[in-house]
């Protein structure tokens, strides 16, 4: 009976959209506040597969009983859809509007299947979401499939779980809605597994980079020399002619550890952990090594010759270690960056 009396009153005060000519309107929008609103038929139509079949039942209605056209859109301010329809003729929706109305054209855009408009609303939504609006508009987002908003709220949740923990939208989520809160604290603890996994690949990126940085510096050394330390075949290392090398720090940490292997009486069997790092890098340097004519750097055409008799036998994390080193070298060669004095590193092995 209310609605009756509402329709009755909506069609004694049609109006039209601001800005659109709809004197020729042939198709009223009824509102939940007993306004009407003036559109056009072909309009609605070819902006919406849905008000497109309603217009379709509406006018079978209109053959049977007569009268107008008529479709209703209840639920939301009348103001929200005068907006929706604006922007179905426009294709524009003001700031204003989306600030005041973004929820509610979201939900029309999402039940009237206007593309446009939901991607709009959902990127002016995602600019305003808060620590104490994010479970609200969590929820909005799933029941509307907005993606992009719904990844916004995620973001917002994960980097500030504990002020959105303290909000009443999280305690209501949490008397209402187990699943959901479920759900979110999965995202959560998943997401710090990913967090985790990143820096550990990020880490262990930054070792295999030391480690082919390390690699080009023991080849820089054994062939061409360099300060206090320069190719078992040459003479020392001339300093009046040659600077100190660009990558100082790694250089001479290896010079240094050289040095100390070859007087050291302990060596890698008795112990001594500087000359095993040594003997490892050695072993590495030979697994990539791929010059036909002897090498300069000590042991490689020794280690070759090991290797191509246990290569069957070869332990698989050293495999993989070689693999990952020689991916970090084509990176380096590839990225072509610019060469600066790298600084001692917390982590590197040399030294």
Sequence with gaps: MKFTEDLTRSQQTTEGIPGIDTSDADVRIVTSGGRCIAAHSHVLASA???????????????????????????????DAVSAFLSFIYTSRCS????????????????????GRLKRECERGLARTVTAESVVDLLQLARMCDAAYLKMRCLKVLEGGFKEVEATEGWKFLQAHDPFLELELLQFLDDAESRKKRRMRSRDEQGLYMELNEAMDCLEHICMEGCT???????????????GPCQRYSTCMGLQLLIRHFATCRRKVHGGCSRCKRLWQLLRLHSSICERPEPCKVPLCEQFKMKLSVERKEEDGKW????RKVVSAKAMSSLSQRETVELQPHKGCWVG
Excluded: F, W
């Design 48 to 78: 919406s597969t849905v008000l497109e079949k309603q217009l379709e039942r509406a006018e079978k209605r209109r053959t049977t009983s007569g009268g107008g056209k008529t479709i209703r859109i209840l639920g939301v301010p009348c």
């Design 95 to 114: 700031a204003e509007e989306m600030e005041r109305y973004g929820v509610h054209l979201l939900v029309l855009s999402h039940v009237y299947c206007v």
């Design 228 to 242: 206090t330390v320069g190719p078992h075949d040459g003479g020392p290392p001339n300093q009046t002619k040659k």
């Design 319 to 322: 495999r993989l270690l070689v």
